[in-house]
């Protein structure tokens, strides 16, 4: 459908200790990309594996798995560079010019934490503004008058420069929410990002993307990496 001729279908063992029967197979295929999505222990082994074969894809695209723990990036370090990733809130859009308004929200999240503000807390910080929004205009804390409210939530880029509640909804880097039928947000959009010096770095959407940042294109083969 999208032209896309799919070269290998390859599962594996959640208990597994050796995968390099499966990377041996990508190897011969050689696909131009790689989509998967790993526990943790598993990325950090196919991770590895692919380095000690000396081979790598054009893009290898993993699914929000493991490779978003931290203990991940501390085990593998750069031998996760140029490999793609994608989180509902990147940490690094506070970095754009965009979302240069959010950086005090970083900075207080920093202090009462002491850590930097993670994806999973920039999306609840976004949720809670969207469920707070609903509640006012429902003027009530009825469960029913809330869903009702709900459904018809409507904050966009538009009504943020006006409203402050919708602005702090939008930390989600989405251009519009608002609820369909079926309760899902047709507006979505999931930042793809990129492994970077160690470091995850937004990619794509181009206007949610740190000043410098740029995607590595086609991944470096492992005897042109430092």
């Known amino acids: 459908q999208y032209g896309f001729k799919v070269v290998l279908d390859e599962p594996y063992p959640s208990t597994t200790t050796d995968i390099s029967p499966v990377i041996l197979k990508f190897k011969k295929e050689n696909p131009d990309a790689v989509v998967n999505a790993s526990y943790i222990s598993d990325m950090i082994l196919i991770v590895k594996t692919m380095a000690e074969q000396k081979w790598m894809p054009k893009a290898f695209i993993s699914g929000g798995g493991g490779e978003l723990e931290p203990d991940f990036i501390n085990a593998v370090g750069n031998l996760a560079d140029d490999n793609f990733t994608y989180l509902p809130f990147p940490p690094d859009i506070l970095l754009s010019q965009k979302f240069a308004w959010a950086k005090p929200i970083a900075e207080e999240f920093k202090k009462d934490y002491g850590v930097e503000i993670s994806g999973n807390a920039g999306e609840a910080y976004g ?3 969207i469920l707070l929004d609903a509640i006012q205009r429902a003027g009530s804390t009825d469960k029913e008058k809330i869903r009702e409210a709900l459904a018809k ?21 989405y251009k519009q929410i608002a609820f ?14 990129q492994f970077q010096n160690k470091d995850i770095r937004t990619v794509y959407p181009a206007d949610i993307v740190a000043p410098g940042i740029k995607p590595v294109w086609p991944a470096r083969p492992w005897d042109k990496r430092k």
Not at 180 to 190: E, S, T
């Open 153 to 173: 939530t409507n904050i966009t880029e538009e009504s943020a420069k006006t409203n402050k509640m919708h602005l702090r909804a939008l930390l989600l880097p």
């Open 127 to 129: 949720i809670f503004w």
């Open 180 to 193: 369909g039928p079926d309760g899902q947000n047709p507006h979505v959009r999931i930042p793809i990002c």
